[in-house]
């Protein structure tokens, strides 16, 4: 059974076709990457599953039930927009929202008083949501989110606003509600953590899904077309016929091949060059060079 199935969705605002007849399919225990550009219509695809918006045509289920009110309490979601009350006390609002999912009032105090102990928010519980940062703020949303449980959660941009510490220690709690069966739909733009975490990604650009399936499935499809070199020096070699894009930083850079193009020629230009060379490693392109070559629009 999959926790999440759209089969031809499709929604229109006016004369705008936000999604165009995607079909997606999200199996239990698993973290789907729901990536794509800023205005892509993922969105908009979340809040149909949510039960936000209707869809003008298709098919949603989650957890095999047509989507409805029913299937709201099945997930947890936390929105990019930020949807706390902020003049309320943090402890009280994340009780408040834990019962409206269903959970006692003793229920949620017990678990509100866990959550907050885990993210290190034990000493702001009587404060109002209004005096934490942005990235305390976040925090108290992800627990709002996950306190009654659901199996499944839906989390857009659960990273913003949170520090490096924080950020691994979100990603970790999020790895291990996933070994505990329930099913993520992680919507961001880093792409570092969707490399990391997702097993599987469903790429939406202009309304359509232009790219889906097993992570790794998908990288090992392009093969090994870039060229990570670390080096000092001269910098010509990278402008070697067989090189089709180059992406500097710091210490060196990422140059992708074209089609047939021989790595170890480059190599062998960076030596004649005269640069010297600390690193020279063939890879698969990164998720964030498949996004950026999937939506570049000329």
Known sequence: ????????????????????????RVPQG???????????????????????LVPDSGSIRVLDRPVSEHTRDSVGYLPEERGLYPRMKVRDVIVFLGA????????????????????????WAEKKVVDLSKGMQQKVQFISAVIHRPPVVILDEPFSGLDPVNATTLKDIMLELRDQGSTIVLCTHRMEQV???????????HGNCVLEGELRAIKQSYGKNTIHVEFTGPESFLCHPAVASVNRFGSGAEAKLKPGGDPQAVLKAAVEAGAQISRFELLEPS??????????HA
């Open 195 to 205: 490399e990391k975490m997702c097993d599987s990604i469903c790429l939406i650009d």
């Open 30 to 52: 698993a973290i789907r990457g729901l990536l794509g550009p800023n205005g892509a219509g993922k969105t908009t695809t979340i809040r149909m599953v949510m039960n936000i």
């Open 1 to 24: 059974m999959d926790a999440i199935a759209l089969e031809g969705v499709t929604k229109a605002y006016d004369s705008v076709l936000a999604v165009n007849a995607v079909s997606m």
């Open 100 to 123: 409206l999912h269903g959970l006692s009032q003793a229920e949620a105090k017990k678990r509100a008083h866990e959550w907050l102990e885990r993210f290190e928010l034990g000493a």
């Open 287 to 296: 998720l964030n060079d498949i996004f950026i070559e999937r939506t570049a």
